[in-house]
């Protein structure tokens, strides 16, 4: 059954401008992309895919960046990249499930919006990535327990960012972007 008042407020909310950044974070595969897309629609809202944009500045894809320059020097694009977000207007952001490694790239969201975490187990997780091989750090690692065990390393970074966590297990993508929708004041 529709519940029709919390309806009614989804759609108030989404029809309000984005104020600032909504970016959103977590592990890879927990859905960030199709969650941004979503609410890029709802909110008539800019959308920033920050891997895309990372490989489009670079030419060339993740998996050839890490193996040309290495991590490090993906993550410092990470850093410049959201360093560069400050002169652009509000956007929804997907942002790469690395980019809360580093302090500094949280404190900045944190200065420019809005971040929601959106979690799911490891073992959804591994049935979204399985047959991907565009993430270097799960190439040769393709399995639940090593995508638990990063997760495990991450959940602090993770959690502590978070403005806002929501689990994505069981839901679908127009729930879990409402959800959102429903917290933005
Ligand atoms: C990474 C996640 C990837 C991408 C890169 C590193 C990570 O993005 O930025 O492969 O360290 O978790 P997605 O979370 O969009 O897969």
Redesign the pocket.
Known sequence: MVNRKNDASTKQAAKRKLPCHLFLI?????G??SVSERLRKKLSARKIE??QAIEEAEGMP?TEI?SLHGEEY?RDL?TCFIRDLKNSPPAVI??????V?RPENVAMMREMGKIILLTASPESIYERVKKSS????LNGNMNVDYIRSLMEARRARYEKAADLTISTDRKNIGQIANEIISHLT
């Open positions: 977590g592990f890879m595969g927990c960030k992309s920050m891997d993740i890490f993906f990470e997907s942002c790469g499930g690395g980019a490694i565009s993430r270097p750090l």
